[in-house]
């Protein structure tokens, strides 16, 4: 395994650990959920890729689960009744238009980059409205604000992947070794700010228990 690829695996492990003791916020309780499904899809690519199966599947119907997820989770912050339910039926409407795409334009055993690249101009989208919809009082700032961090967290990790992530279908078919290696590079630098990003979210909710109410 890559090494660039452990350490990410260990911050993502890390921040589902730090998570577990926040439960009892909403966000929490859908980012935790979002960072369990990522350890065991994680997983189960590294078991497919070491008996030298196709693992791309797996990643199919992972990106439908993020997406759903992240869109929740930004969601929350989010007052306009409106967008909260265009959000909403974003979700059904992209699980039925991935499938679909899988089955007839990416096959499962390719990397989902259309659905991946659709899945990050969405989350762009949506993290650009819930940093907007931020609400910043006297008494606390927006980067005292979990919302604010994963917002952010979300945006420049899909901002900075999605370039590549699209072309990768076709890197791999013509330079296999190169994209791979290119692959393992952006994508754990985009992963370990992710997640970095989010941990430093979650532990503002430890903040907030000190701001007199």
Not at 9 to 38: G, R
Not at 65 to 84: C, H, N, Q, V, W
Not at 106 to 128: C, H, K, V
Request: proline fraction near 2%.
């Amino acid at each position: 395994m890559n090494k660039l690829v452990q350490v990410y695996y260990i911050i993502m492990a890390i921040c589902f650990f730090i998570s577990l003791f926040y439960l009892q916020h909403k966000k929490i309780k859908i980012l935790s959920l979002l960072l369990f499904l990522s350890i065991i899809t994680e997983l189960g690519v590294e078991v497919l890729n070491a008996q030298g199966h196709n693992y791309f599947i797996l990643y199919h119907f992972f990106t439908i689960a993020e997406y759903s997820l992240i869109t929740l989770l930004l969601r929350d912050g989010i007052p306009i009744r409106f967008i909260r339910k265009i959000m909403l039926y974003s979700i059904f409407i992209f699980g039925i238009l991935s499938l679909l795409i899988s089955l007839f334009l990416q096959r499962f055993d390719q990397f989902p980059a259309i659905s991946n690249s659709i899945e990050g101009l969405l989350i762009i989208t949506w993290s650009i409205l819930a940093l907007w919809y931020i609400d910043a009082s006297e008494n606390i700032t927006i980067f005292q604000q979990p919302g604010f961090w994963f917002a952010l967290s979300f945006l420049i990790y899909y901002a900075g992947t999605i370039a590549f992530n699209g072309i990768y279908n076709y890197l791999l078919h013509d330079k296999t070794e190169t994209a791979r290696r290119l692959f393992a590079i952006i994508n754990s630098f985009g992963n370990y700010l992710l997640y970095l990003l989010l941990i430093i979210g979650i532990l503002r909710y430890q903040w907030k228990k000190s701001i007199p109410q």
